[in-house]
Nanobody, 121 residues
Framework: QVQLVESGGGLVQSGESLTLSCAVS????????VAWYRQTPGKQRDLVAA???????KYTDSVKGRFTISRDYAKDTVYLQMNNLKPEDTAVYYC???????????????WGQGTQVTVSS
């Protein structure tokens, strides 16, 4: 079993930055891929960024050039550095991780509880 705990959310103004962290614990050898998703009320949860099982990095178009996903294996932590935040980035952000043999899969088994990011204009 794997546990994911997000932190780092908060309220910021447009143009500011935040870094989200996702602490991974438990059966960490059951993970070879990680991702960040976000969700707003009444909408589906959407992919923001992923590091695939093949080590490739994928971003949704709206965050390219502003967000950076990274993984610190020594600290068992996944990060999402978010720069130049916009009001449309406001959402609950979820950490997602798991094991897959397929490099083109971006949604995995385990989920965190989510952290709220609010960007004011």
């Amino acid at each position: 079993q794997v546990q994911l705990v997000e932190s780092g959310g908060g309220l910021v103004q447009s143009g500011e930055s935040l870094t989200l962290s996702c602490a991974v614990s438990g059966s960490i050898f059951d993970i070879n891929a990680v991702a960040w998703y976000r969700q707003t009320p009444g909408k589906q949860r959407d992919l923001v960024a992923a590091i695939t099982s093949g080590g490739n990095i994928k971003y949704t178009d709206s965050v390219k050039g502003r967000f950076t996903i990274s993984r610190d294996y020594a600290k068992d932590t996944v990060y999402l550095q978010m720069n130049n935040l916009k009001p449309e980035d406001t959402a609950v952000y979820y950490c997602n991780a798991g094991w897959t043999e397929l490099d083109y899969i971006y949604e995995y088994t385990y989920w965190g509880q989510g952290t709220q990011v609010t960007v004011s204009s």
